[in-house]
C-alpha cells in the first residue's frame, strides 16, 4: 500500500532527506501525537506542507505519549493506527515515530529547514527552535482551528457517554 511507504525508520529517512537536501528541496518538521484525529490536525498540516517541498511528522509512540500525557488511558488509539491515518493525508510525505518524550534528538537528526509547531506554543517553547534557528532554519507557528481538540472530543465523548 504507497501510504505504509510514508511509514520509514529514522535511519531510512536520513537517507532520503540527504537526496532531497542535495536537490535544494525544503524540508520541514513538525511532531505530535495525532490522537483522534480532526480537522484541526488536517488543518494545521495541510498548513505546515505549504511551508516547504518535504512535510515529516516525528510521531510520538505510545510510550511517549503515555508519558507525557502522564500515564492513564493516552494514547486513544495505537501508533500504528495513527501512523497509517497520517500517511494518507496529501500533505504528509513521511512519518517517523519516536519513544522520547520530545523530539530533540529527531530534530538534531534530520536538521529541518522549517520547524512548525501550533500557535499555543511560545517560539521559546518549541523544543528544537534553537536549533533550528542555528542552523539557518526557521519557526512556524500556526494557528489553531477553534474549538477542536482530542481532549475536547473525549471530553464530549465521556459527557454523552456517562
Known sequence: MYTMSKIITLNDLLEKIRLFHKQGKKIVFTNGCFDIMHAGHVRYLAAAKAKGEILVIGLNSDKSVNTIKGGGNRP????????????????VDY???????????????????????????????????????????????VPLVPDISTSLIIQKILTVYS
Open 76 to 91: 486513544i488509539i495505537c501508533e500504528d493506527q495513527r501512523a497509517e491515518v497520517l500517511a494518507s493525508l496529501w500533505c
Open 95 to 141: 512519518i517517523t515515530v519516536f519513544n522520547e518524550p520530545d523530539p530533540l534528538k529527531l530534530i538534531q537528526a534530520i536538521k529541518p529547514d522549517v520547524l512548525v509547531k501550533g500557535a499555543d506554543w511560545s517560539e521559546n517553547k518549541i523544543i528544537g527552535a534553537d536549533f533550528v534557528k542555528n542552523n539557518g532554519g526557521r519557526i512556524v507557528r
